[in-house]
């Protein structure tokens, strides 16, 4: 046993909790040993302030190298001339945009919190709501992106930047649609993929590569990388002194800028490791059966749900992703959310369209396919889940209901062994001692 067995005991019962548990959180997902191994490697101990071959710390050669092969991978599969993997997660990512392209003050479109948006897309107590002008659009009645409330808004504001992209968007993302009106009124176009990366890089999602000013991504949802980011676009960086305008073509120096010095230190090598490993297996064939399974599975699930009588925003879903709307069962999402977890079933309460219960006990629930797909499920369980989750629902009250549920979702994830091998709670091998 390591000296510390408080923590290793508490890593082990939060492998346990994975292994027997159905996790539906559509953000989350299940990384491979060889991404764990790079995560927990030696990229810990350096520090490389900089950028490869031009670094503030010496004993950066490997570094470099490792950098570089995760820079390399980046744009060779997202078909982008510059990418930038150091941001520490998709919030700092989508923060140093901001910084390189924005005065504070300025204003900016993105989508709001309650209809789909992420909280760096204008919450007003987010730095992106405080700092900037933030303008939010919203959706349609049943919850689709409305281009014409969208392009109002752009006409009525101008902003200098547009955000598209979300947390909570269950369809297809229109990127020349939200291109037309960025050019339309001069603003820079932000595409936020942190959700869909990996539908991008499976071909199951068009990819706005080619269409928006910049990228933002996660590394650690449909990517199935370590918890990280990057930021994608295209251009040249220029060379450290020369003094450079905000324009479309300075965008990947301005980026880099905005990283280090602008906002951060040394970067985390091991993630760096870790997401250069995703990156490969998200370049094998295999990964593109992945990316159309978590959208097979996603529609059996969409349409098992609401052959039980659930109601769906926009009545479906063409991603990985879905939001249920839970006011004509009367139930709350906090209370769905909780009794779920006590079955064994992981997602998180969610806003619906025009909500009218609070942000903090909102009217629906937002479940998604990837860990479980990474896990080996298909439709034929997706029909199973559904009418799980359905079932628990309607009897949010009845333990008798929820303990046969609790038994069910116990022999399904049996099924489906997750890291096998894995033990937190025994000696660590010889060699980390
Ligand atoms: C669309 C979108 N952008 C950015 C982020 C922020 O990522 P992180 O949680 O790594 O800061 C998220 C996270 O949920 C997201 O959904």
Known sequence: ???????????????????????????????????????????????????????????????????????????????????????????????????????????????????GGHMTHGLKVNFSGSLYNAINYTADKNGYLDFNEIKSLAVKHKPKMIIAGF???????????????????????????????????????????????????????????????????????????KKVERTKENIPTLIDRAIIPGLQGGPHNHTTAAIAVALYEASQPAFKDYARQIVLNAKTLADSLMNEGLDLVTAGTDNHLMVVDLTNIGVAGKEAEKTLDEVGITCNKNTVPFDTRSPFDPSGIRLGTPALTSRGFKEKDMKIIGRLIAKTLKNITDDKVKNEVKKTVRELTDQFPLYPGLQYDRPAPEIYL
């Open 1 to 115: 046993m390591d000296n510390d067995t408080q923590l290793f005991q508490l890593l082990q019962k939060e492998l346990e909790r994975s292994q027997r548990g159905l996790e539906m959180i559509p953000s989350e997902n299940f990384v491979s040993m060889e991404v764990l191994r790079a995560l927990g490697s030696i990229g810990t101990n350096k520090y490389s302030e900089g950028y490869p071959g031009r670094r503030y710390y010496g004993g950066c050669q490997y570094v470099d190298q490792i950098e570089q092969l995760a820079i390399d991978r980046a744009k060779q599969l997202f078909g982008v001339d510059h990418a930038n993997v150091q941001p520490y997660s998709g919030s700092p990512a989508n923060l140093a945009v901001y910084f390189a392209l924005l005065n504070p003050g300025d204003t900016v479109l993105g989508a709001n919190l309650a209809f």
């Open 167 to 241: 947390t909570a968007y269950p369809r297809i993302i229109d990127w020349q649609k939200f291109k037309e009106i960025a050019d339309a009124v001069g603003a820079f176009f932000m595409a936020d993929i942190a959700h869909i990366a990996g539908l991008i890089i499976g071909g199951v999602h068009p990819s706005p590569a080619e269409i928006a000013d910049v990228l933002t991504t996660t590394t650690h949802k449909t990517l199935r990388g370590p918890r990280g980011a990057m930021i994608l676009s295209h251009g040249t960086v220029s060379s450290p002194t």
